[in-house]
């Protein structure tokens, strides 16, 4: 129990702490100012590749006097095309999207849209038939969607000026676009699963893959650091290519508040340029240890545990951003539709861990083994399920 609190304070911290950066980093008001969030992003993950490109090759965790399973092999120029690459690419653009929105809207807007995610997940898991149809899931999905749109929505009043309200609407609209990448990614996920030979590989795959609706990860498994380590280059290249084309970076960016000091002159200095390094160094390392938690936490402990720990990281990143950044919900409206939201994101849970339970039975009973389906939308799970399938 202990190992456990701690792990999930260690993935608070990294997480809470990650997207308090992010706002600074990129807030044009009270913030640092950078106008490059993508080209920065795009440096998260080169640094993230790094830190698994030392994991996966010289790290080698020894249990029992035998090392944990992470593969040294590349995967075949077919699996790329036609998993890895569209898998990054939508995570790029999630991760992209979410960052930009930060010069557009508040840390607490940005996390209560974010959770709404999970309708994404649902509305595509439906459409693509990974989804089983469900009157209560088709609920869940308007009832987030109605928060949603009580978050963005402000009464018209002659105080508050029309540039303000088009600001809010631009920096939602992005989350809401991130948010639908991070459903797509999932549900293209479910796919890649789906058409792999399952009846071939269930009998290699129970020894090494239980269900990880009833059961946290367990010893031997792929780690999600091995895809991570796959995903990131293609993310980074990505994000990389957008920036210049979006962002166009270069010189600007050696004169931002990022490289350079001084108010009306701006100098760049050996301590300026290291400062800088530093700031774009820290979240890639946060990222690499959040992910490591993440994992941990699921092989000690019931995946539901982390759904319901992610509910309250969600509350504690709200309160943070109120606290240490000043932000404030405007109106009962959007006070109604933060309830709802996380409400809505906590009864979904509860619906899905009620459904596993009752798939589980039936599983037993029938001897089938059934797609593994998260009831958290972390990135990790994806990375951990399409490493899944890397490992078939």
Not at 15 to 29: A, E, G, Q, R
Not at 50 to 71: C, D, K, P, Q, W
Not at 215 to 232: D, E, N, W
Request: glycine letters at 6%; hydrophobic letters at 45%.
């Amino acid at each position: 129990m202990r190992n456990l609190i701690i792990l999930i304070l260690g993935w608070y911290f990294c997480s809470i702490t990650l997207s308090l950066y992010n706002k600074w980093m990129f807030d044009p008001i009270k913030g640092l100012k950078i106008d490059s969030p993508i080209l920065v992003t795009s440096f998260h993950q080169w640094v993230l590749w790094f830190l698994s490109f030392l994991y996966v090759r010289y790290l080698r965790l020894e249990e029992n006097g035998r090392s944990t399973t992470i593969r040294d092999q590349w995967p075949s120029l077919k699996f790329y095309l036609k998993y890895l690459i569209p898998t990054a690419i939508a995570a790029a653009g999630d991760i992209g999207f979410g960052n930009v929105s930060f010069k557009y809207i508040s840390l607490t807007v940005y996390t209560i849209i974010k959770s709404a995610s999970i309708a994404f997940v649902l509305l595509f898991g439906c459409l693509f038939g990974v989804e089983k149809f469900h009157w209560k899931l088709a609920l869940i999905v308007l009832v987030m969607f109605a928060g949603v749109v009580m978050m963005i929505f402000t009464p018209s009043s002659g105080t508050e000026p029309v540039k303000d309200r088009s600001t809010l609407v631009l920096g939602s609209c992005l989350v809401l676009i991130s948010s639908c990448l991070s459903g797509l990614r999932w549900v293209y996920t479910q796919l890649t699963l789906k058409k792999q030979d399952h009846y071939d590989s269930v009998a290699s795959a129970e020894s090494t893959i239980p269900d990880l609706r009833t059961r946290a990860v367990s010893r031997g498994k792929p780690h999600p650091i091995h895809t991570i380590y796959q995903l990131a280059p293609i993310m980074g290249i990505a994000l990389f290519t957008t920036s210049l084309i979006v962002d166009k970076p270069f010189p600007s960016i050696f004169q931002s508040n990022l490289f350079s000091t001084g108010d009306e002159v701006r100098v760049i200095t050996v301590k300026s340029i290291m400062k800088g390094l530093l700031l774009l160094v820290i979240p890639g390392i946060e990222v690499f240890f959040m992910t490591i938690c993440e994992f941990a936490i699921l092989q000690t402990a019931h995946v539901l545990t982390l759904s319901i720990a992610g509910i309250v990281k969600e509350l504690l990143t709200i309160v943070c951003g109120m606290i240490l950044l000043g932000e404030r919900l405007r109106g009962v409206h959007n006070w109604a539709g933060m309830c709802i939201i996380l409400l809505d994101v906590a009864y979904y849970n509860y619906f899905r861990f009620q459904q596993d339970q009752k798939d589980n039975s039936i599983t037993e009973k029938d001897g089938e083994e059934l797609v593994p389906y998260s009831i958290t939308t972390d990135s990790m799970m994806q990375e951990y399920e399409l490493d899944i399938i890397v490992s078939r």
